[in-house]
Structure formats: C-alpha cells, structure tokens
C-alpha cells in the first residue's frame, strides 16, 4: 500500500513539473511572438523611388513627362538610385486627376 501511495506522489510531481514547463514554454512563445519587428508605414520617407513613383503614376512615361514639364525632379539621381520627393508625386497625381497632362 505505502509503494501505492508513493508512486501517487511521484506521479502527481512529474505532473506538477510537466504543468510548470508547460507554462513556462507557452510564457516564452508569447514573449517571442511579442517581440516581432512591427511593418514600417508606407509613408515612412518624404521620399519615393522610382518604382513605387511609376506605380503611382500609372505608367513610365508619364513620370518621363512629368520630369520634362518640370512638375517632378529628382533629388538624387546614381545609378541605381532615383528618389523624387514624396510631395512632387503625389502633386503630380492629383493635378493629373483634375485632368492636366503634361
């Protein structure tokens, strides 16, 4: 009867152990998941590359346009590398909304 008992015990604390860890590991798994690097917004910089000004105006030519009638210039210009300022584009797309065209 006493070895009954006893291994009851034993039992009962590998379960209380197993609980333990058992919290323990979800503890960490949320503390991990917390600590994810959130998404940058897209309007992080006051600048655009040339990409993302293409996709905002709609087509290549259009931003060639709009560089030649001097609505848009680009702040830096390397070679791999255009950035025009935020402002410029999204000027640019609304004085095409009203229906300009360069």
């Not at 006493?2 to 039992?11: A, F, I």
């Not at 323990?24 to 000004?53: G, T």
């Not at 210039?73 to 909304?97: E, F, G, K, N, Q």
Request: aromatic fraction near 6%; glycine fraction near 2%; hydrophobic fraction near 40%.
């Amino acid at each position: 009867m006493q070895l009954l008992v006893d291994s009851v015990y034993r039992v009962r604390s590998d379960l209380d152990r197993a609980v333990e860890m058992a919290v323990q590991l979800s503890q960490l798994m949320a503390d991990r998941k917390s600590h994810k690097p959130k998404p940058k917004p897209a309007i992080a910089s006051p600048f655009v590359r040339r990409n993302e000004a293409i996709l905002l105006l709609g087509t290549r030519s259009t931003l060639e346009r709009c560089e030649e009638a001097g609505w848009i210039t680009a702040s830096t210009r390397r070679r791999r590398l255009v950035l025009y300022p935020r402002i410029d584009i999204m000027s640019a797309v609304y004085r095409l909304s009203q229906g300009e065209y360069p």
